[in-house]
């Protein structure tokens, strides 16, 4: 019977994430030649390469990225199993997604509960757009993701767990907006494809024909709002966002219409929830402030596709 090394695994998965052995060594404690012969002997084992080198870099091959979607999987499972014996099963790395402005607006107090009451447990968190973690989650490669609505969640579990108010802010210079056809000829300010408020807000300008002049990508919201502020272009953002910046007055914030304005962030994960996971959900849940999502969790709201 064919049986995976976990400790191999381990020493694959560091190698992908860090970018290459050296790195990789230094992370686990080990020396370079002991990550390069326990890579090789992966290889000889499995018969197929692992890695092909470009240029300094290591790239994973096609086998390597079908490997590491099962890496993630097994040494996952093995952490939970791990857990479940201890007396208190919330330990170890707990793979963390989130949307830019959630984890600058929502996250703060709510991880700073979270590593009070759970100090075993190392949360990595790791920011994106909705589309791109719901594709880690697919991987194994997060445990769970705040995301925000439209999206996609086939085959995972979804919680409603914030409310967002969202605003089309511009440059305080600028005319009030009302109407998306006002937006023609103006700049786009928006994180890349697969953000959900990106998304939003194209399908807002869409109703009226418009096709924004340009679109200018960024990576976090500080930037999207400090260009806005400087008059590069125009953005949707939540609220919430803008009272942790404390960027309110820097901008001058437009009404959206009602099916538009309200967004609700989500939290997906794959498969049954290990016990870090279960401990977020469980914070999540007694929340006071969560009461209203909770609520229409509860009464079986659709999650729009998108």
Not at 219 to 238: D, K, L, N, R, Y
Request: aromatic share 4%; with cysteine.
């Amino acid at each position: 019977m064919r049986t995976f090394d976990l400790d191999s695994l381990e020493i694959f998965r560091t190698v992908v994430r860090e970018g290459g052995v050296i790195r990789a060594a230094a992370r686990l404690h080990r020396v370079q030649s002991n990550i390069t012969t326990r890579i090789k002997q992966l290889e000889q084992r499995l018969g197929v390469a692992l890695f092909r080198r470009q240029g300094r870099s290591l790239v994973l091959t096609t086998a390597g990225e079908a490997l590491l979607v099962h890496a993630e999987r097994l040494l996952r499972m093995a952490d939970e199993a791990e857990g479940a014996l201890r007396s208190d099963p919330a330990r170890g790395p707990f793979r963390l997604g989130s949307m830019d402005s959630t984890a600058g607006s929502r996250l703060p107090k709510v991880l700073a509960r979270y590593n009070r009451n759970h100090p075993g447990v190392v949360i990595e968190l790791q920011t994106g757009t909705s589309g791109a973690l719901l594709r880690k989650l697919g991987e194994y490669q997060l445990e769970a993701a705040f995301v925000g609505e439209p999206f996609n969640a086939a085959g995972l579990q979804t919680r409603p767990v914030f409310e967002e108010e969202l605003v089309l802010v511009t440059s305080k210079r600028g005319p009030p907006i009302e109407r998306p056809a006002e937006l023609r000829s103006g700049t786009i300010l928006a994180f890349p494809v697969g953000c959900s408020y990106r998304k939003r807000l194209e399908d807002w300008l869409g109703t009226d024909g418009v096709m924004p002049g340009r679109i200018m990508e960024f990576g976090s919201c500080t930037a999207i709002i400090a260009c806005v502020a400087a008059g590069t272009g125009c953005a949707i953002v939540p609220t919430s966002v803008l009272h942790a910046l404390r960027a309110s007055s820097e901008v001058r914030q437009h009404a959206l219409p009602d099916h538009i304005r309200v967004s609700r962030t989500h939290l997906a994960w794959n498969g049954a929830p290990s016990p870090a996971l279960q401990r977020l959900l469980d914070l999540l849940e007694d929340d006071d402030s969560l009461q209203s999502t909770t609520a229409l969790s509860r009464a079986g709201a659709v999650v729009p596709g998108g």
